[in-house]
């Protein structure tokens, strides 16, 4: 038996490299919630919560004083059963990335009892994955030049941040795709734009010869019918991001057709919601990707592994360990470049 007997909380601030900038939002550190579940047989399990008030109204000083209502749900249950201890966790769906920093610290648990990576628990579909960069918001020149050097760098992928000037952001993406010949874009917008707004941001840009891969939350998260039009009047794929946080959200996004593409992100519905989303998408032949919040090392590592495990991702975008400074690196994982394997 490997009884759950204690679940601790610890508070990890970490400051970015540079401030992180996207549509109504700067920030110069990001305060996470390392987990730890220890089990009667000493084992550790380790997790990590990444809040985002914006996404999920969430607040980390609130979140942190749910330590012990966590504990006094899961404890004597047994890690091996993983799925038991997912649905109890589920009744926190108030708090989507407690969910997910839990569940995964759980996994972990089972993991290392069984000597066993994550990722094969959740299929082992995949040995490596690539991930993209991303482009904070910035001047024209500032934003040219960083995506210069993540080109530079190897990455093939590079995500541009866009939202809060429709013509310079026009001008933007147009200068880093002359400058970045062969890499591929996707765009996020944050919620910035109008659905008119949107449409235009893409036609302009369609016409000037700029490829786009994916254009991701181009209008407001409650705005389902802005999303659809937006889909249906661009020349370029159209992905859900703050629309798409529970498995709820992504069945209305599929009833309604309002996309093309679902951003996944394990702090915006935990790992339950998480994998009753890639089957929803994969059965309505849609289209995935996987993103993250401002986590470390430690919480790349979950993405990581589920992205590793399912398979289902089209694109990755985990990156955001590249712009914190952490002490330690602590994924298990091993990343060349943009190429991403399990140690």
């Given at each position: 038996?490997?009884?759950?007997?204690?679940?601790?909380?610890?508070?990890?601030?970490?400051?970015?490299?540079k401030?992180?900038?996207?549509?109504?939002?700067?920030?110069?550190?990001?305060?996470?919630?390392?987990?730890?579940?220890?089990?009667?047989?000493?084992?550790?399990?380790?997790g990590?919560?990444?809040?985002?008030?914006?996404?999920?109204g969430?607040?980390v000083?609130?979140?942190y004083k749910?330590?012990?209502?966590?504990?006094?749900?899961?404890?004597?249950?047994?890690?091996?059963?993983?799925?038991?201890?997912?649905?109890?966790l589920?009744?926190?769906?108030?708090t989507?990335?407690?969910?997910?920093?839990?569940?995964y610290?759980?996994?972990?648990?089972?993991?290392?009892?069984?000597?066993?990576?994550?990722?094969?628990?959740?299929?082992?579909?995949?040995?490596?994955?690539?991930?993209?960069k991303?482009?904070?918001?910035?001047?024209?020149?500032?934003?040219?030049?960083?995506?210069?050097?993540?080109?530079?760098?190897?990455?093939?992928?590079?995500?541009?941040?866009?939202?809060?000037?429709?013509?310079?952001?026009?001008?933007?993406?147009?200068?880093?795709?002359?400058?970045?010949?062969?890499?591929?874009?996707?765009?996020?917008?944050?919620?910035?734009?109008?659905?008119?707004?949107?449409?235009?941001?893409?036609?302009?840009?369609?016409?000037?010869?700029?490829d786009?891969?994916?254009?991701?939350?181009?209008?407001v998260?409650?705005?389902?019918?802005?999303?659809?039009?937006v889909?249906?009047?661009?020349?370029y794929?159209?992905?859900?991001?703050?629309?798409?946080?529970?498995?709820?959200?992504v069945?209305r996004?599929?009833?309604?057709?309002?996309?093309?593409?679902?951003?996944?992100?394990?702090m915006?519905?935990?790992?339950?919601?998480?994998?009753?989303?890639?089957e929803?998408?994969?059965?309505?032949?849609?289209?995935?990707?996987?993103?993250?919040?401002?986590?470390?090392?430690?919480?790349?590592?979950?993405?990581?592994?589920?992205?590793?495990?399912t398979g289902?991702?089209?694109?990755h975008?985990?990156?955001?360990?590249?712009?914190?400074?952490?002490?330690?690196?602590?994924?298990?994982?091993?990343?060349?470049?943009?190429?991403?394997?399990i140690?």
């Open positions: 038996m490997s009884k759950i007997v204690d679940v601790k909380f610890e508070l990890k601030t970490y400051k970015y490299y401030p992180f900038h996207i549509t109504g939002s700067v920030s110069d550190s990001s305060t996470n919630i390392e987990v730890v579940v220890i089990t009667d047989i000493g084992i550790k399990g380790y990590e919560i990444s809040p985002s008030f914006r996404v999920n969430e607040k000083e609130g979140l749910l330590e012990a209502a966590i504990k006094e749900s899961i404890v004597n249950m047994d890690v091996k059963e993983y799925r038991r201890i997912f649905d109890v589920d009744k926190f769906f108030a989507p990335s407690v969910k997910a920093g839990v569940q610290a759980v996994l972990d648990a089972f993991s290392e009892e069984i000597n066993t990576p994550v990722y094969y628990l959740l299929g082992g579909m995949k040995r490596e994955i690539e991930t993209d991303t482009v904070g918001i910035d001047t024209i020149e500032n934003m040219v030049k960083e995506a210069k050097e993540i080109f530079s760098e190897g990455f093939k992928n590079i995500k541009i941040k866009v939202g809060e000037d429709l013509r310079k952001d026009i001008e933007t993406v147009e200068e880093i795709a002359r400058n970045t010949k062969g890499a591929k874009y996707i765009v996020d917008a944050n919620m910035g734009y109008t659905p008119k707004q949107a449409v235009e941001f893409v036609r302009v840009l369609y016409k000037k010869g700029v786009i891969s994916v254009f991701e939350q181009p209008v998260a409650s705005d389902i019918d802005g999303l659809k039009y889909r249906f009047n661009s020349p794929p159209v992905a859900a991001d703050e629309s798409a946080k529970s498995k709820y959200d069945y996004l599929i009833r309604e057709e309002a996309v093309d593409f679902v951003n996944i992100k394990l915006k519905s935990g790992l339950s919601d998480a994998l009753a989303i890639v929803m998408v994969k059965t309505a032949n849609l289209k995935l990707m996987i993103g993250c919040m401002g986590e470390s090392s430690l919480g790349i590592n979950q993405s990581v592994n589920f992205a590793l495990g289902a991702f089209v694109f975008d985990l990156d955001s360990h590249l712009m914190l400074k952490e002490n330690k690196f602590r994924g298990k994982f091993k990343q060349n470049g943009s190429k991403i394997t140690l």
